[in-house]
């Protein structure tokens, strides 16, 4: 039930997220979605056995997924945008690569630090390095330059112009036509 709440919030998070973006803009949100995530953790930290830390177990994750989908389907719709048609590809399997990598080794730390130091400890390590992607970003150009989605038109102009080339239409293709061939033409009544 706590895993199933979850997930609904994962998709409350990526359905509102196109939503949010456009009424708050994609930077604002991508950081309050961050900043909320380590505040979810509280209720696993504090909670003992009981049903009513179950619920809060499971609304705590609603609203962390929430959060996470929503920050993250918003950046990877950046990502698309700002990257060239030709990286695409590249820029994704990076991307992939990157986090699903990660996942095997955070877990072994996780693992390891608590059978070391004890599992609430090392939730609230875990808790702590949650507030590292809000610092980062909040430090970083996203805060207060990222209003709107690249590429959105603000009026008769483009965001920005690093991306005018994706949101104008293209100029019209001149083709020169071919040059006349010279020399002699097969005769199709000579076959061999």
Do not use: E, K, N
Not at 169 to 188: A, H, Y
């Amino acid at each position: 039930m706590v895993l199933g709440l979850g997930a609904l919030g994962a998709a409350a998070g990526a359905l509102a997220a196109p939503a949010l973006a456009r009424r708050y803009g994609p930077g604002p949100m991508m950081l309050v979605a961050l900043a909320l995530t380590p505040l979810t953790q509280i209720p696993l930290l504090l909670a003992s056995p009981a049903r009513a830390w179950q619920i809060g177990i499971g609304a705590a994750l609603f609203l962390q997924l929430a959060c996470a989908a929503a920050a993250g389907t918003t950046q990877r719709s950046i990502r698309q945008v700002v990257t060239a048609d030709d990286m695409q590809a590249r820029m994704q399997a990076v991307s992939t690569w990157l986090t699903s990598g990660a996942r095997p080794v955070a877990a072994l730390v996780a693992g390891g630090l608590g059978t070391r130091i004890g599992v609430r400890p090392t939730l609230i390590v875990g808790t702590c390095l949650l507030l590292v992607p809000s610092v980062v970003l909040y430090r970083s150009p996203l805060r207060g330059g990222l209003r709107q989605m690249p590429g959105a038109r603000s009026g008769a102009t483009a965001y920005s112009s690093t991306t005018a080339h994706r949101t104008s239409p293209s100029p019209p293709i001149s083709r020169t036509p071919r040059p006349p061939r010279t020399g002699p033409t097969p005769s199709r009544s000579a076959r061999p």
